[in-house]
């Protein structure tokens, strides 16, 4: 399928391990979302990527926090040093629209990393 | 006050009942305004989008109040497959010249047969 993909889906971490999760966009999406969801409640935004560039990481909650897309396609999130309070789905979606297109489009999410740390 | 609200519910309808779900935002500059349904343990999907006009897709029908600054989801004719949870979405673009989307916490439908 053309749809988003992302790894691991499911991924056990102990407290103070470093973790990594991969996001794979829709061919030819230019934006590029990170959300948290925790349980009942909506996904909480992260960070955005128009291509390679990163133009707002204004949602993560710590400098534990990094993401990058380096070639414009496909992304990682990156968690150092995991927190108990980290444990959440972690949502990745990707649309075609550009940043300063006049209407936003709508997003296509993959199906999500769920994150446990022990 | 959060940047987009939703009741949490749970909206407990028994089937072929008519439910209706709001949603507030408070950036008077959102530009673009989404449904989206997620199952349970499942990714968000797009239900459908809202224009200033209104739009129906079948039993569904989404409209934007500009003025007072809410959309509203419809529901005719519920049926079992429809309990989900239903997110709000509000787009829009930041002074910087990029996009911003807050999602609303949710609404939580549950049709009883």
């Known amino acids: 399928g053309a749809g988003v993909s992302q790894s691991p889906r499911y991924k056990v971490a102990k407290r103070g391990q470093d973790v990594a999760l991969r996001c794979d966009p829709i061919s030819g999406h230019v934006s590029l979302f990170w959300y948290q969801q925790a349980l009942g409640q909506g996904p909480e935004f992260l960070t955005y990527f128009q291509n390679e560039a990163q133009l707002d990481k204004s949602g993560l909650p710590s400098d534990r926090f990094f993401a990058e897309r380096p070639e414009g396609s496909v992304s990682t999130l990156k968690i150092q040093r995991t927190q108990q309070e980290d444990s959440a789905v972690y949502l990745c979606?990707?649309?075609?629209?550009?940043?300063?297109?006049?209407?936003?489009?709508?997003?296509?999410f993959g199906p999500g990393t769920r994150l446990t740390v022990t | 006050r959060k940047e987009v609200e939703q009741d949490p519910g749970p909206f407990n309808v028994p089937e072929g009942a008519t439910v209706a779900f709001n949603c507030t935002y408070s950036n008077s500059a959102s530009q673009s305004f989404f449904w989206y349904r997620q199952d349970c343990r499942k990714e968000p999907k797009l239900l459908m989008s809202v224009y200033s006009s209104g739009n129906e897709d079948g039993r569904f029908t989404a409209q934007l109040n500009r003025a007072s600054q809410y959309i509203s989801l419809l529901i005719r004719d519920s049926k079992l497959s429809d309990s989900a949870t239903y997110l709000c979405v509000v787009n829009g673009i930041t002074s910087g010249g990029y996009q911003k989307v807050t999602f609303g916490t949710g609404t939580k439908l549950q049709v009883i047969p």
């Open positions: 979606a990707s649309s075609f629209s550009q940043a300063t297109s006049g209407r936003v489009a709508e997003q296509y």
